[in-house]
């Protein structure tokens, strides 16, 4: 009984010092596209207005479809790609944010003015999901103040701390274990 308690107040220390609890990854296969206006030059895109939110699905279906509620930075494409916040969306009390890892690619489409594809990585933030691993493509139309479209697809990865805390449950369960055969063999001599 010694062992037990003590083996229910080592799980309740452990669950404690624990951190906060996670909510789920952003759904794979989750996406959403964006509509607006741009300014391209040669390095730089930057945009004069907020964007339109056209398309919301899988978990970010709740932030539905709004008008002027998309804040984009700018973004500096040669010669390499600029890291950081991307895109920020507030509509239905949610907020989404995008941010660009490095390593991003751009490239100018059939040699086309104005015309920029940008694929890369980053990492997507939702209202009540954990920050999630996605992938994204950018992409302008021709010239200068012309329509900007960029989309998002989630792709979610396992939760390393649900893993951990997983761990040390088992072995939490495996020190109880052996405590129990210790004090069965000391009983029996």
Not at 152 to 172: D, K, N, R, Y
Request: glycine fraction near 10%; include cysteine.
């Amino acid at each position: 009984m010694k062992n037990f308690l003590l083996g229910t107040t080592m799980a309740v220390a452990i669950a404690a010092a624990a951190p906060a609890a996670f909510a789920a990854p952003i759904a794979a296969g989750s996406n959403f596209s964006i509509q607006g206006v741009d300014s391209v030059n040669a390095t730089t895109i930057s945009f004069p207005s907020p964007a339109n939110l056209a398309v919301s699905a899988g978990s970010f279906a709740g932030l539905g479809t709004c008008t002027a509620c998309v804040s984009l930075e700018s973004i500096t494409y040669s010669p390499a790609v600029s890291s950081g916040l991307l895109l920020t969306i507030v509509n239905n009390l949610l907020t989404a944010t995008f941010t660009i890892d490095p390593g991003a690619t751009a490239f100018v489409s059939n040699g086309t003015p104005g015309t920029v594809n940008i694929d890369g990585t980053g990492v997507a933030t939702l209202t009540g999901y954990d920050p999630t691993p996605g992938r994204f493509s950018f992409t302008t139309q021709n010239g200068v103040l012309n329509n900007v479209t960029f989309s998002s697809t989630i792709v979610a990865v396992p939760e390393p701390a649900s893993l951990g805390l997983f761990g040390i449950g088992m072995l939490g369960l495996g020190l109880m274990r052996r405590a129990r055969r210790k004090s069965s063999a000391a009983v029996a001599a």
